[in-house]
Nanobody
């Protein structure tokens, strides 16, 4: 069974910093992409940042230059360093991992499945 778990949310003043961490655990062949999404009440979940196996990051425009995503492939972990936080960054942040499971034995499936964490609240006060 695959599990994805986030940590590191909290309350911070505008201009402050927080670091989110996420770990994928369980039995699987590999992880293709890991990333962070966020959601506020009444709105759709939106992409914040993703990072591929070769370390290529992708950010939504509003966080470029303030947020940095990084990944530890050996530990199946992804991090999100958030600096210069603004009140509009307030949201529940979710970790996502695109994971390739096993078809049978040690043979991988030919596709990946998305797994989500339970979310961690980030609140930025003005």
């Amino acid at each position: 069974q695959v599990q994805v778990e986030e940590s590191g949310g909290g309350l911070v003043q505008s201009g402050g910093s927080l670091r989110l961490s996420c770990t994928a655990s369980g039995k699987f062949f590999g992880i293709v992409v890991m990333g962070w999404y966020r959601q506020t009440p009444g709105k759709q979940r939106e992409l914040v940042a993703t990072i591929t196996n070769d370390g290529t990051p992708n950010y939504r425009d509003s966080v470029k230059g303030r947020f940095t995503i990084s990944r530890d492939i050996g530990k199946n972990m992804v991090y999100l360093q958030m600096n210069s936080l603004k009140p509009e960054d307030t949201a529940v942040y979710y970790c996502n991992a695109d994971i390739i499971g096993y078809a049978s034995g040690t043979y991988p499936r030919g596709y990946s499945d998305k797994y989500w964490g339970q979310g961690t609240q980030v609140t930025v006060s003005s």
